[in-house]
């Protein structure tokens, strides 16, 4: 064996080692290839999205030749819901305070109008709280309201209100002579109900309003050149100077109705 070992001659091949790494599709086109996947991608989500929607009612299921079912009409809109109290409190304070005054000015126009028709009762009475009875005036008396003003608005409760009415009105009897009435004051709750609308809650509490003591203006005499701006629109009376030395005059002007009556007007 010694022989045959040494007759054999071992033969070393060199090996490409770079031939065994794997090889590598070239980069550039698995890039084109990737762009591509995602262009077709996404004109074939673009094709999808365009398509119209298929109706899946039994209209749209029909069979050919067969008339669509038409579904039935739409129940007709109920009619408007009530205001929820919480809503009504969601309102501006200072809305609701206007629509409370106007309504209790309303209400003092009716309520102390007498006309004799049947149509001032009838608007009356649905002003006043169901159960209240209804002015009982004499035949021949007729009331007409002059003026009303609401001269405070105060909340008692949430959604309930006073309201204090003034009122002047003119009275005439059988001679159909006209007389003004003192100025009255009409003190009327309010309440909004569930439906957003005031109503009044009992008969109004009544006082005859006192004028105020008078203020004096301390009128004093106007110096010449200031009373000769005046002399054309009537009489000076007298005036009061102010802090920037203009004058405040006080002069008894005759009106379109040919009724004398004190104006004041300012100096240059």
Known sequence: FRGMEQDRQ???ERIPWE???RRHPDRQWLVIAVAGAVAVASLAYSFI???PVVDPSPASLAAPGMPPTIPPAAPPAPSPMVVAEADLF???PERLIDQVAAH???FATEYFSVDGSEESRAVLASLLPAGV???QAPADIRVFVDWVGVQSVFERSALTYVVEVLVRSL????DHVFTRQPARLATVEITIGADGRPRVTSPPSMAVLQ???QHSMGLVAVPAHIAGQFASSGSVVGGVQQPDGRWMVVIMSIGPDGVTRPVSASSS
């Open 10 to 12: 071992e033969v070393y």
């Open 19 to 21: 031939s065994l790494e």
């Open 49 to 51: 999205r365009s398509q």
């Open 90 to 92: 969601a309102l501006d």
């Open 104 to 106: 209790a000015a309303w």
């Open 133 to 135: 009875p209804m002015p």
């Open 171 to 174: 009275v005439a009897g059988s």
């Open 211 to 213: 004028a105020p003591s």
